[in-house]
């Protein structure tokens, strides 16, 4: 813990779900005075349990805050933080830092901080990458835009909970831009990984062998290599859901209609996302994109450990 640390911001974090607690907990152990804010009394007593505090509405946390992250999943829910009842605009002081993690559309970015801006608080447009594991890590990566006074003041924050902070831009929008892009290729990566699992259990391949070849040759990725235990192991717990990628996807179709370019490839990988969704499997880890296969062309996933008589 640095002396700066110590006498660093005092920091809000709105969202405790699996990037927010574990980017929230390595403030706290970093000497940052942390408030956290979450609509679940679960995700709330856990941060207090850990030594953190919280409060229930973001309102309540912005007339103590610095700087507030906003780790929460969608456009829909940055909108009901900042400006919903309860919402921190009006609460923040001026001269506060908001650094919005989210995925949005970079359109949306830069509305959000034309109207920050308007109430006197500084916005950096961040989208983090990595994952719970690399958040509770610190070892984030983060596609920041902004003006040169927010990066001057989430500069200690983006220390302590960032491996590689990205300087994209000098207004909000370009993060959001960057992050589209690593969506585009998350999403048909987890994708085409499912897909190909399914073929080779469909052509009677082993598919542990499938994970042991792939991960050697050069047909892996990283979402392969990553991805593929899960349905290995058979365990479909949400790091990061389905629905994210329906979510994520849309944006970029969204994103590609207003450009007027074309996004084939990663309109095919929202399609396999949403009949996921559809069948039932949206709250299910993204790998369970997978199960549509299952449905389809009848292949025989390998089970859980419970499932196989395994303790």
């Not at 607690?21 to 152990?29: C, D, F, I, P, S």
């Not at 007593?45 to 610095?66: I, R, W």
């Not at 034309?114 to 983060?142: F, W």
């Not at 500069?155 to 992050?179: C, E, F, H, I, Q």
Request: proline share 5%; hydrophobic share 45%.
């Amino acid at each position: 813990m640095t002396d700066s640390a110590r006498q660093g911001p005092h920091v809000g974090v709105v969202g405790l779900g699996a990037m927010g607690m574990g980017t929230a907990m390595v403030l706290l152990e970093q000497g940052f005075r942390v408030t956290g804010c979450d609509v679940s009394a679960q995700a709330r007593a856990a941060f207090v349990a850990s030594g953190g505090h919280c409060v229930d509405t973001p309102a309540a946390l912005a007339g103590d805050c610095d700087i507030v992250l906003l780790v929460v999943v969608n456009a829909v829910q940055v909108e009901q933080v900042l400006f919903g009842n309860d919402g921190l605009v009006g609460s923040l002081k001026p001269g506060s830092l908001v650094i919005q993690c989210a995925t949005v559309a970079p359109s949306t970015a830069r509305e959000l901080g034309e109207r920050l801006g308007k109430a006197g608080i500084e916005m950096l447009d961040a989208p983090i990458s990595g994952g719970a594991a690399k958040a509770r890590a610190g070892q984030l990566s983060v596609m920041a835009s902004g003006h040169s006074t927010a990066f001057t003041l989430a500069a200690p924050v983006l220390d302590a909970m960032a491996a590689t902070v990205y300087r994209l831009g000098d207004a909000p929008g370009v993060g959001s831009s960057m992050k589209l892009v690593n969506q585009l290729l998350a999403g048909v990566h987890i994708a085409v990984a499912a897909e190909a699992l399914a073929l080779g259990i469909r052509m009677g391949l082993d598919p542990e062998t499938v994970y042991e070849v792939i991960t050697n040759s050069a047909g892996n990725s990283w979402m392969f290599e990553n991805r593929v235990p899960h349905i290995l192991k058979g365990d479909y717990t949400p790091f990061s859901a389905v629905d994210i990628f329906v979510k994520d996807l849309n944006i970029v179709h969204d994103t590609g209609r207003e450009l007027a370019m074309p996004t084939p490839v990663a309109s095919s990988a929202l399609q396999q996302f949403t009949a996921a969704k559809g069948a039932g499997f949206g709250r299910e880890d993204d790998a369970a994109v997978i199960k549509v296969y299952e449905r389809l062309s009848g292949i025989s996933l390998p089970p859980a450990a419970n499932d196989a008589g395994e303790v």
